[in-house]
């Protein structure tokens, strides 16, 4: 799932304790710093920005096999 990376977003996060990082996945191998399923990372650790043309957003990509760890 891909949203916005919006200030009302990072709000929640703390608001909320809100965990959707690649960190915080039970399918994350922390002493190799990657996915167990090989799935590339950085998608899910950081925003992006989405080129529109006329304007730029940051965005987030939440990946769908995220496990609460
Ligand atoms: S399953 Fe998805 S969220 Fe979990 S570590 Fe792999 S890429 Fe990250």
Do not use: W
């Amino acid at each position: 799932m891909d949203f916005p990376f919006s200030a009302g977003f990072k709000e929640q996060v703390k608001e909320f304790s809100l965990k959707y990082k690649c960190t915080d996945c039970i399918h994350f191998n922390e002493p190799e710093t990657k996915c167990s399923f090989e799935y590339p990372i950085n998608s899910h650790h950081y925003f992006y920005i989405m080129d529109f043309g006329h304007q730029y957003e940051p965005r987030f990509s939440f990946c769908k096999y995220f496990e609460l760890n």
